[in-house]
């Protein structure tokens, strides 16, 4: 019986020793997110780091463009799922990439901060293969007036992958991806 009124006790105290060691707030991954940011930085004289919106499609879309020189040739980076945006993890990968290219991510429609940018619900009804076909070109467009590039080199990733095989790329706004195979795979005439 006392062993059962100590278990009760204890159980109801627990709510109260659980609060008094609380779950850490946001301040607390400030230090994190800055080493994080640090290690981002670009700080060669001719290099771009810049994150910012762009009306594409009727809606705004998040981007970013990052590398050493701006003089570089640049890359497209389109992610894949349709929902899994690659800017919240490229830092982890991409640095070596920025030595020889300026490279562009972007949030497609209902992903990352675009989604957050944008009403779900005016949103939803535009989610269709073409529309993101659509928004990848005016995106290449933005990119090249923008920058100053004749040509980009589209990299896509996973469900992107379709992209590189759309008429609309041929002749257009950017090249197939580099390994003999991924090019052997796609048809002359959509090579540039």
């Known amino acids: 019986m006392i062993c059962r009124v100590a278990v009760f ?32 930085r670009i700080v060669t004289p001719d290099g771009v780091q810049d994150t910012y919106t762009a009306r594409i499609g009727g809606i705004d879309q998040w981007l970013q463009v ?16 349709p929902s899994s945006p690659a800017m919240p ?7 070596p990439l920025e030595e020889y290219f300026t490279v562009a991510h972007y949030d497609q429609r209902g992903a990352g901060k675009t989604h957050r940018a944008n009403d779900p619900g005016a ?16 995106v290449a467009e933005h990119l090249r007036a923008r920058y100053g590039k004749g040509k980009l080199v589209l990299v ?3 469900w992107a992958r379709w992209w590189r095989r759309t008429p609309r790329c041929a002749g257009r706004t950017c090249s197939t991806p580099t390994s003999a195979s991924a090019r052997s795979s796609i048809p002359a005439s959509m090579r540039s």
């Open 123 to 138: 949103v939803a009804g535009t989610l269709t293969i073409d529309r993101f076909v659509e928004d990848a070109i005016e």
């Open 156 to 158: 896509g990733h996973s």
């Open 66 to 81: 990052r590398g050493k020189d701006r003089a570089n040739p640049m890359l497209l980076f389109v992610h894949g799922g």
């Open 89 to 95: 993890s490229a830092w982890q990968w991409q640095r």
């Open 9 to 40: 006790f204890f159980l109801a105290a627990l709510p109260f020793l659980v609060q008094a060691g609380s779950c850490p707030g946001d301040e607390s991954f400030d230090k994190a997110r800055d080493v994080v940011a640090d290690l981002q």
